[in-house]
């Protein structure tokens, strides 16, 4: 049995390393990251779980979805692998082809790996952060939002008309 606790960062990313220095094989082609220049870190996503950036050669994880499921390896080796799927699928059919196309999920399900789409950071206990921040100069609630909104606080305003006494005021912006 290979570990699957980590207590650092530091011990996953030797699991990681591991991984990325093991042959890939799809349609009698073979991929072995490491071997072929690619490299990993931890980064500070929060929108996205991991990322692979074809032009560094660089496969990066979220480093707060890493120590969010710390002791999940199934979890965060399902999301190595998909990155991984991205690069071996831009090795055989080039850039254009490396998305989340049909050869991709191909490639991504012979590695392995089920999350063979987009991925959802709810799921892995990410909390996308709030790029609006509005309060209710009533009664001070406080509102975060991914888009602009206009109006105002609907404790406050009694009902769904618009009271401009309790116009909710924006008051943080995290872009
Ligand atoms: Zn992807
Ligand atoms: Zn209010």
């Known amino acids: 049995m290979e570990r ?28 072995n990251p490491l071997n072929e220049g690619w490299w990993f870190q931890f980064d500070n996503g929060t929108r996205r779980m991991g990322q692979c ?3 560094l050669k660089r496969i990066s994880l979220s480093r707060k979805m890493c120590e969010l499921n710390m002791n999940r390896w199934d979890l965060i080796e399902d999301i190595l692998l998909h990155e991984l799927a991205h690069a071996f699928t831009e090795k055989i059919y080039g850039k254009e082809s490396s998305g989340h196309t049909p050869q991709f999920r191909r490639i991504a399900k012979s590695m392995g790996s089920s999350l063979l789409g987009s991925m959802i950071p709810k799921s892995f206990g990410l909390r996308v952060p709030y790029r609006y921040k509005y309060r209710c100069p009533g009664c001070g609630g406080t509102w975060e939002r991914q888009k602009k909104i206009e109006g105002s606080c609907r404790a406050c305003s009694g009902s769904n008309i618009y009271d401009p006494k309790f116009k909710l005021v924006l008051v943080d912006e995290a872009l």
């Not at 960062?9 to 220095?21: A, F, G, N, S, Y």
Request: overall charge negative; charged content about 30%; proline content about 0%.
């Open 4 to 31: 699957t606790k980590f207590s650092t960062l530091d011990q996953l990313k030797d699991q990681i390393t591991k991984e990325m220095h093991k042959d890939y094989f799809f349609n009698g082609e073979v991929f």
């Open 53 to 55: 950036s074809i032009h």
